[in-house]
């Protein structure tokens, strides 16, 4: 039986579900970027869990502007599973909210999506084509516009004789839009196969970790995060012992004669 809840943190605008943005798309409020969780839900049994998803903002500006806002859309999504939907995809594939008053929004969001996938696809195979050991990803999180550098999302990395990987991923900006030596190196990660096959790996993290105070949005601050792993991986096609070794062990004669005949054993029989 399950029961476990597990998060997807996006910054992100607010901006596509604002009720009143007449001529405040330019206002600094307006264009920066803020926590929202994707939430999602596991009960029941594990072979057939029931799955549900759900949104959560935290962290934004306390005026009325954004405040009615995120409430209705909040309403909104909590009585409309189409759409609770429709954000939630958009949310995991291309890191943003979409209008839930433009039906043509997701279409939209989806054709960029994909126009920017296709582009990261032929930057990745050049670079392969470069260097075999060279891995570049590259996505825009809200697609090709003004704040480019505030939605471009860069990951590479690269092999050292196929037994150690850094790699480099997020964005360039914090959550204000505003960039810093930090972030342009962004979060990297070593990793080292202590086995020649990977089955055992050390890894080691350098993260950037954005914090708000009060949901203020002149207290973000960034704090570098650091950590370490042992992982230990195995392939398995069975939990406990195979039948055929259970056999064996229930039967040591057998094993001991080989050839898979079967030795003979002394009966008893009994008058009643």
Do not use: C
């Amino acid at each position: 039986m399950l029961n476990i809840k597990a998060a997807y943190t996006q910054y992100t605008s607010l901006f596509p579900i604002l009720l009143d943005t007449t001529n405040k798309s330019n206002l600094p409020e307006f264009k920066r970027r803020y926590p929202v969780d994707v939430i999602i839900a596991l009960r029941d049994r594990l072979l057939h869990p029931q799955i549900s998803f759900d949104l959560a903002f935290r962290d934004y500006p306390q005026n009325s502007n954004f405040n009615s806002g995120v409430t209705a859309f909040s309403n909104k999504i909590k009585t409309d599973d189409q759409e609770l939907t429709r954000q939630v995809s958009s949310m995991l594939l291309v890191g943003q909210l979409i209008s839930p008053y433009n039906p043509n929004a997701f279409a939209l969001s989806n054709f960029v999506n994909n126009l920017t996938e296709l582009l990261s696809n032929q930057i990745s195979n050049l670079a392969s084509q470069l260097d075999k050991n060279l891995n570049i990803d590259l996505s825009l999180n809200g697609g090709l516009n003004q704040d480019l550098m505030n939605n471009l999302q860069l990951r590479f990395s690269y092999n050292f004789n196929d037994r150690l990987r850094i790699t480099r991923s997020g964005g360039f900006t914090d959550a204000r839009n505003q960039a810093s030596a930090q972030f342009l190196i962004g979060d990297l990660a070593l990793e080292w196969f202590i086995t020649k096959d990977g089955s055992l790996r050390l890894k080691t993290y350098n993260r950037n970790v954005q914090t708000s105070i009060l949901g203020s949005l002149n207290t973000y601050q960034t704090s570098l995060s650091q950590g370490a792993s042992l992982l230990y991986t195995k392939s398995f096609n069975y939990f406990f012992l195979p039948k055929k070794k259970i056999v064996q062990l229930a039967n040591p004669q057998q094993t001991a004669t080989g050839g898979g005949q079967e030795s003979a054993s002394p009966s008893v029989k009994v008058n009643k």
